[in-house]
């Protein structure tokens, strides 16, 4: 099974690509990446965020924007800034000056972002925030999925975990992502709706400062010991954050008991799926998000004008930003397959002990 986000999304990216060069060549390091120019193009830069807050960056997006502007024939710098704020922006300076047309980042957080972009349209550069809105920024589109969806998915699949319980009320833990980040809130508003709707509890509410695994850890301890333990749910807001709690639960020896989410798909956090210590976990299909995103920016290159399908309200300035949303996919172990069918990781990477092999064996995944 293919997902509905792919198909729906990767016309658009290969509408635009097709009108792109067709010759290309590529290469890839710890801090770039490029592809040969071709046709009137200019060069497209592209800031990630770190590769702690999810591996995603480095394991999936990395390569999925080289292919896509390799096959393009656009010539792009891509670079992660690894968390530091100082040298996202040293990156920023160094990529206008460069002379990139278009700039496309990954925010740390909304302020230093917005201080990019503001940058980079002032030296007639195009600007496109990916997967993050830069909140008071100047980007002038926006690629992502559906983020309050995302949070939707998360707070149904945590709520029916909690029902195959028999837990049809009673207190739930939120561990959020990253106050600075626009999508942390944006999940949180889709989980907390539905957990509040569904006539639970909300007993405990913490964010994770930078989406830091190891302050989850110590935060989500916290929440555990201050409530005795006593939560029939956790809503957390990527595998990192939910491998953190589930860490916790086991050292009390209650993991798999008490459900805890997650997003992301991430080769632990399906593992955990497949073992039951984690309920469920988000899968976005990156390369659908980043084919559409790469080839919104090679339009820009080329000095066309995209179309995307929606709109999204900057809560700061109040303007709609153009935006192209994906649809995300929500997994549990008797769906994990899909993943791996879509491409997205292997049966190799997941099934690495006799434990994961045995899940694997009885969900299908091969």
Partial sequence: MRFRTYGAVAGLAAASLMMAACS?????????????????????????????????????????????FSTAG????????????????????????????????????SES????????????????????LTLGGSSEYY???DNVAVGTKIGEGLVTCMQ???????????L?????????????QGYETVIKDKGYEIAADQSVPDWDNTKAGTIFEQMYTQANGNFVGVAAANDGLGGAAVSVLDKNGVAGKIPVTGQDATDEGLQR?????????VYKAIKA?????AALAVALAKGETPTVSGTVKDTETGKDVPAQLLEPQAIFPENVKDVVADGFTTAAKLCTNAELKAACEKYGVS
Wanted: aromatic letters at 4%; charged letters at 20%; hydrophobic letters at 35%.
């Fill in 74 to 109: 656009v010539t792009a710098d891509i670079q992660n800034a690894g968390g530091d704020k100082a040298k996202f922006a040293t990156i920023c300076d160094q990529m206008i000056n460069s002379g990139v047309s278009v700039l496309m980042i990954v925010n740390l957080d």
């Fill in 24 to 68: 290309s060549s590529s290469s890839s390091g710890d801090s770039s990446a490029s592809a040969s120019a071709g046709g009137d193009a200019g060069s497209v830069g592209v800031i990630l965020p770190d590769s702690a807050s999810s591996d995603r960056w480095e394991t999936a997006d990395r390569q999925y924007l080289t292919d896509a």
């Fill in 289 to 293: 998000e980043a084919d559409a995103a």
């Fill in 273 to 281: 799926v497949l073992l039951g210590t984690q309920c469920m976990t």
């Fill in 164 to 174: 195959k319980n028999g837990d049809t009320s009673g207190p739930v833990a939120l």
């Fill in 176 to 188: 959020n992502g990253s106050p600075t980040d626009n999508n942390a809130t944006l999940f949180k």
């Fill in 113 to 132: 972002g917005a201080a990019c972009t503001k940058k980079a349209v002032a030296q007639g550069i195009k600007t496109v925030d990916y997967d993050r």
């Fill in 143 to 145: 690629v992502s999925f």
